[in-house]
């Protein structure tokens, strides 16, 4: 009989270790982020959770849809970070962060398959010329949601500056409710609401940028405006891509006055100036788990989380860089300038 209760009380202990175990809410946190960011912050979280035993909860929309989720739908993460730096600055500071730190870099390129329409006569001197031809199909993100669509938008009109064309006109125009009209020296493309932005033959649209990469590598398209990063990480299922010039593809700071000479407006009546590709990061006021997400910063912006950014395409910025310095957490500062 003392044998029986040893078992049975071994029995209950074990359930009641094992109760209290599965009970025991283990440490979490929540990244909203860029589709841009999905593999490296993938990734990074991995490694991240097998440091710290924190495990990053991600999600991943256009960079204004994941800011909103803050700001107008009243959601919660210990993590937003941007393809677009100046988003955080404009539509979450002072009221949402404190501060925005630019800490990777990329550029817009234009991507295809083997599957592409006319993909062994494409190159960066006559690229426009193929996406006009009858039957070829190209895509890029919603300009409202993304980043990515609104510096498509930039590149076709920077192009064409560049070439002496009507690139913009005859990709754009012809082909949606998309619009362009110049003022002072300066060209404003306007963006109609995303209800009047649907696809069709010519072009497809699609909330993010990744989402159009599938459709890409299933050749329901034939050309992608891209991140090079996102183009890269692809390559092992096909994906190529072309590079542009600097003066189109929106990744060299010392052109920075000349992309500026190109702004969309959202539908909302956002102007957005082009200019280098820069992304930004911060802990939203409303974080539940700020320890955490000092961590993952501290992650992310040492030798780590660089490699990652770097082996993935998007080149960091050495050191990173923070609008409000003074208010960031002392052990973030010595990794910004």
Known sequence: MKKGYVVAAFFIAII???SAFMLSPKKSMVVFHAGSLSIPFDEISKDFEN????????????????????TELG???DIVASADYTLIQNMMEPQYADYCIQFATNRMVLAYTDKSAYNEEINSSNWY????????????????????????????????IYYNKTIFHSLIEKNMLITMSEENGSYI??????????????????????????????????????????AKQHAVSGVKYINLP??????????????????????????????PIVYGITIPKNAEHREYAIKFLEFLLGEDGKNILSKNG????????????????????PYVK
């Open 16 to 18: 009641i270790i094992a």
């Open 51 to 70: 440091k710290y035993d924190i495990h990053v909860y991600r999600q991943a929309a256009g960079s204004v849809a994941t800011i909103k989720k803050i």
């Open 75 to 77: 959601k919660h993460a």
């Open 129 to 160: 010329e193929i996406l006009k031809k009858d039957g070829v199909r190209f895509g890029f993100s919603d300009p409202n949601k993304d980043p990515c669509g609104y510096r498509a938008m930039m590149v076709m009109q920077l192009s064409s």
């Open 189 to 230: 493309i306007h963006v109609p609401d995303s209800s009047e932005l649907s696809s069709n033959e010519k072009i497809m649209i699609r909330p993010m940028e990744v989402d159009l990469m599938a459709a890409l590598e299933t050749g329901e398209i034939d050309y992608l405006f891209i991140y090079e990063s996102v």
């Open 246 to 275: 600097d003066a189109v593809d929106l990744s060299n700071p010392s052109m920075a006055e000349h992309y500026s000479i190109v702004y969309v407006e959202r539908s909302d009546g956002k102007m957005i100036a082009a200019k």
């Open 314 to 333: 998007q080149t960091p910025l050495q050191p990173a860089i923070c609008d409000h310095k003074d208010l960031l957490p002392d052990t973030i500062k």
